[in-house]
């Protein structure tokens, strides 16, 4: 055996490429931690904590496969308009009926009631969520519906 480099036809494997320079390792890092970054604060924006939270109070059925809901909402921009999907559930777990509620500005936590007509005969109410993005329809002039 011989201690010496091999040496590979260079027809066959092409040239030999040479190592990065240290500011173009330098560049590679600095572009992946901005990247992180930016991936870190738009996990933070979209897994933190809600900037509305809304909890059941009461429900109770009422004829006609209606149930009149209660809950509560707690915002950390009180100030500012709010709609908020509430549902009923039937005996099977399945979705019977689906609202938006608008929640008007005012102190926080706020209690909003609402009568959601179901399909089916509702078991339970829930919000489904709510946003700070009130569609036009739902108008701002009006008290919250009910």
């Known amino acids: 055996m011989t201690t010496a480099a091999r040496q590979v ?20 890092v600095a572009a992946g931690l901005v990247v992180g970054g930016g991936v870190t604060w738009v996990a933070y924006r979209n897994l933190g904590s809600a900037p509305i939270e809304a909890e059941r109070a009461t429900f109770a059925n009422l004829p006609g496969n209606r149930m009149e809901f209660a809950f509560d909402v707690t915002r950390r921009t009180p100030e500012q308009a709010a709609v908020c999907v509430v549902r009923t559930r039937g005996i099977d777990g399945q979705e019977g009926g689906r609202k938006e509620v608008y929640v008007p500005p005012g102190s926080s936590p706020t209690r909003v009631s609402t009568v959601i007509t179901s399909g089916t005969e509702p078991v339970t109410a829930d919000v489904f969520g709510c946003s700070y993005q009130v569609p036009a329809y739902l108008s701002t002039q009006r008290p919250p519906s009910g």
């Open 9 to 28: 036809p260079e027809g066959r494997y092409g040239t030999p490429r040479g190592r990065l320079s240290r500011p173009a390792v330098v560049a590679l």
